[in-house]
């Protein structure tokens, strides 16, 4: 299933830590800026005989907005060697429980999910777990259970693809670097969707 590679590219990552204080409130908590971060790298889909297929390009920008406590998202995904598929993770954080929720369609359906945020400082975590599950399209019920880490290097993401019978499909495997945004626009400027 072409649709499982274009699953959840890790969802939330570590924030800077560049804070504001209300010059009229010298007493409130201190919310960091928002920020954009870029990601490049490789997603390997793993079927349950072992068999792997070729690493698919993954570029992400994401846009993470403590004040709005919001995530977006904009994922493109190498499908086959000339072919690019496009989609938006939209997404809220309740920084007081560290639980997020987010929703997306991939083109077959829509993606609804829920995670938690394992490690790390609020608005800056390096770990995190995820279930999303298909609402709606032809796959509706599959899902995927998600474990995300993040360091100085960048994102790695670990899959597991479920139909709605809970049959393992599979696995996926991601490695993201973090990159820079013009280097990031460059290479979507290339992509023919």
Same mark, same amino acid.
């Given at each position: 299933m ?8 890790a ?6 830590t ?7 409130d010298?007493a409130?908590e201190?919310t960091p800026?928002?920020a954009e971060q870029?990601l490049g790298g490789t997603?390997v ?11 698919a390009? !993954? =570029?992400?920008?994401? #846009? *993470? $907005?403590?004040?709005?406590?919001s995530?977006?998202?904009? %994922?493109?995904?190498?499908s +086959?060697?000339t ?12 920084p ?10 991939d083109?077959?359906g829509?993606?609804e999910?829920t995670g938690?945020?394992?490690?790390g ?5 390096t770990a995190?777990n995820s279930?999303?599950v298909?609402?709606d399209?032809?796959?509706v019920?599959?899902? !995927? =259970?998600?474990?995300? #880490? *993040? $360091?100085?290097a960048?994102?790695?993401a670990?899959?597991q %693809?479920?139909?709605?019978? +809970?049959?393992?499909?599979?696995s996926?495997y991601e ?13 979507v400027?290339?992509i023919?969707?």
């Amino acid at each position: 299933m072409r649709l499982l590679l274009l699953l959840l590219s890790a969802l939330l990552v570590a924030c800077p830590t560049v804070m504001t204080v209300d010059d009229d409130d010298s007493a409130a908590e201190p919310t960091p800026e928002p920020a954009e971060q870029y990601l490049g790298g490789t997603s390997v889909f793993t079927l349950p005989n072992g068999q792997e297929t070729p690493p698919a390009r !993954v =570029l992400i920008h994401r #846009t *993470l $907005d403590p004040s709005e406590g919001s995530l977006v998202e904009d %994922v493109y995904q190498q499908s +086959d060697p000339t072919t690019w598929d496009h989609y938006v993770i939209e997404g809220t954080i309740d920084p007081d429980t560290g639980e997020y929720t987010f929703s997306f369609f991939d083109g077959y359906g829509t993606f609804e999910g829920t995670g938690t945020m394992t490690a790390g400082e609020t608005w800056a975590w390096t770990a995190w777990n995820s279930r999303s599950v298909y609402v709606d399209g032809p796959y509706v019920g599959s899902y !995927v =259970l998600s474990q995300d #880490t *993040l $360091d100085e290097a960048g994102l790695e993401a670990n899959k597991q %693809v479920f139909s709605p019978d +809970d049959h393992a499909e599979g696995s996926v495997y991601e490695l993201l670097e973090w990159t820079e945004a013009e280097a990031w626009q460059a290479e979507v400027d290339g992509i023919e969707l």
